[in-house]
């Protein structure tokens, strides 16, 4: 009866445990400098699309327009296709780049067989 009674009372003991162990702790969200904006300018993300002439935005793929903070760093790149590592300003349509690669263009060259230089 004792092993019964001990046994029940550690079984219950670890499944208490293990579902505080699940419990992660989520930040009180009506906080004014909790979660997003703390959480997106701590993580860079990666970018790829158009600079614009003047070099204060950025144009993704998905046609998102981008303000950069920091325009030096786009300088001598305008009207390129780049690849920038950047990080969110707390208002969310801001970023400032950390670093920026020049991508090659999205034309891809195709062949026809019936083209008159593949003929004999």
């Known amino acids: 009866m004792m092993k019964r009674t ?3 009372l550690a ?4 499944v208490s445990a293990a579902a505080a162990a ?6 009180d969200p009506s906080a004014p ?3 997003k904006a703390r959480a ?3 993580k860079p993300i990666t970018l790829s699309g158009s600079v614009s002439e003047d070099a204060l935005t950025l144009v993704d793929d998905q046609d998102n327009r981008w303000s950069v903070a920091n325009p030096t760093a786009l300088r001598g790149v305008e009207w390129a296709r780049v690849l920038v590592k950047c990080r969110l300003a707390p ?3 801001r970023i ?3 670093s920026v690669k020049r991508t090659q263009s999205d034309v891809k060259y195709t062949s026809n067989r019936g083209d008159s230089a593949f003929r004999r």
């Open 40 to 42: 997106a300018s701590a």
């Open 96 to 98: 400032q780049i950390l």
């Open 91 to 93: 208002d969310g349509n």
């Open 33 to 35: 400098d909790s979660g």
């Open 6 to 8: 001990f046994a029940a």
């Open 22 to 27: 699940q419990d992660t702790g989520k930040p």
């Open 11 to 14: 079984l219950a003991l670890l």
